[in-house]
């Protein structure tokens, strides 16, 4: 499977391509949508996009853990984790990707 990475410039290009808006129009969209998106997890709001998926903040306590190559025991703080969940639709696209190559 070749790996490739989509960048910001990659959206913005399929902005352009797709809605007919000028190059700077496109990036400023998308740079808008992925900002709007980063604040309402910043403020612990789920973000759910019809057809994709959906994102949202965890809390997780402090635990032990344990370092792998001393063993030493070291606690690991308790924090914020981003978890997102793939839409069915978008489960069901991938697999059907999958079966079809």
Request: proline share 3%.
């Amino acid at each position: 499977m070749a790996e490739a990475t989509i960048t910001r410039a990659d959206l913005s290009e399929a902005v352009y391509q797709e809605v007919g808006l000028s190059r700077n129009e496109s990036a400023d969209l998308v740079e808008t949508v992925l900002n709007e998106i980063s604040s309402a997890l910043v403020r612990g709001e789920m973000v759910k996009l019809s057809s994709f998926g959906s994102f949202s903040v965890r809390q997780k306590g402090q635990r032990i853990g344990r370092n792998p190559k001393t063993g030493e025991e070291v606690p690991i703080l308790p924090r914020r984790v981003l978890v997102f969940r793939a839409s069915h639709v978008l489960k069901n696209r991938i697999n059907k990707t999958l079966s079809s190559s």
